[in-house]
């Protein structure tokens, strides 16, 4: 294996976010079906680990592809040849596997295979289709941005930022209102790329103060008070709800300011490499191959879903490490 080298100029708190992200995104599948349904445990636990997954990676994308204007055509071909060709052939060996092992009929694979381009057919995909959608906005946003100053950003920031507290009266069914409302063109996943954007042009915390540690420690305690309120536990765990956003926030910004070691970043460096990939063959590898393994074993969830966070984890990046030896493998794994 060769040894990457440390390059100054590099962001390595980008590949720390990254793996990070691409944990929390494993964390978040790793419970087996039925697991703490409706129990409160279960919306506690997402809240950490959603809060740390696709938010984390759209705040990336932004503090990434929205830093400077892109020209339209060469930007687009190079982002959308790496997230598309892979999400394709994954859908499509995923529904190839459903048919060889549950008995999916050919003239229903062949019609999700027709549905790809307008909608995710396997779940966990819908993250690629929001971001495809902030990518074909991200040369008009990133002109936006570069043109936009400090305080109108913060101005816009603030209002987002608002309606993220509709959720919290999710209790009087406002929702379903809501979101047909003239807000809903407003709200939506692009905010949390210029959130993305605005931590890594405008924060910079030479060291954490008292009340930065007193912020994050409250949103850790958050979900057990919002659990002794009326609110379902779906509004813990709503990941445009502001807590979710803040917790998410505080990760990005801890994570960014963090100092490391030269190893660490290598370690960093690799894995979020391949992260892409891991993403893409997580669930399967879940579902298929750690799930049937552990289902006999009738692990308490305290263990089941650290264990089948590691275990996918280990397996994935293995999996696509192999592949990226292959010739073509970004249309395969994105390396």
Not at 31 to 42: E, F, S
Not at 255 to 278: E, P, T, V
Request: hydrophobic fraction near 50%; charge should be positive.
């Amino acid at each position: 294996m060769i040894k990457h080298e440390i390059d100054k100029d590099r962001l390595y708190w980008i590949d720390a976010i990254r793996s990070f992200a691409c944990l929390c995104v494993i964390t978040t599948h790793a419970p087996m079906i039925g697991w703490g349904h409706g129990h409160a445990i279960k919306a506690v636990y997402n809240y950490f680990s959603i809060a740390g997954a696709s938010i984390l990676f759209f705040m990336i994308s932004g503090a990434l592809v929205l830093y400077k204007p892109k020209p339209v055509v060469p930007f687009l071909k190079k982002r959308m040849s790496r997230i598309v060709f892979p999400m394709v052939f994954w859908t499509i060996v995923t529904l190839l596997v459903s048919v060889m092992l549950d008995g999916m009929g050919w003239t229903e694979f062949f019609k999700h295979v027709a549905k790809i381009p307008f909608m995710p057919q396997v779940g966990t995909y819908w993250f690629i289709y929001v971001i495809f959608g902030i990518y074909l906005v991200t040369p008009i946003t990133a002109t936006w941005l570069e043109r936009c100053s400090q305080s109108d950003l913060q101005l816009y920031l603030g209002l987002w930022a608002i309606t993220l507290l509709i959720p919290y009266y999710q209790p009087l069914h406002v929702m379903v209102e809501y979101a047909h409302g003239y807000l809903y063109q407003f709200y939506g996943f692009l905010w949390f790329a210029v959130m993305g954007y605005y931590i890594r042009r405008y924060v910079d915390i030479p060291k954490f103060q008292w009340w930065h540690i007193l912020l994050f420690i409250c949103l850790l305690i958050l979900p057990g008070v919002l659990y002794c309120t009326p609110m379902s536990h779906g509004v813990i765990q709503n990941r445009m709800a502001l807590h979710v956003v803040a917790l998410c926030v505080c990760y990005f910004v801890i994570l960014k300011h963090i100092h490391y070691s030269d190893k660490m970043k290598r370690i960093c460096y690799n894995f979020a490499q391949h992260s892409f990939g891991i993403y893409l063959i997580h669930s399967l590898v879940i579902q298929r191959m750690i799930w049937p393994m552990l289902s006999e074993l009738e692990l308490h969830y305290s263990i089941q879903v650290p264990l089948t966070t590691a275990l996918t984890a280990v397996v994935c990046y293995l999996i696509v490490k192999l592949f990226s030896y292959l010739p073509y493998s970004k249309y395969i794994v994105g390396v």
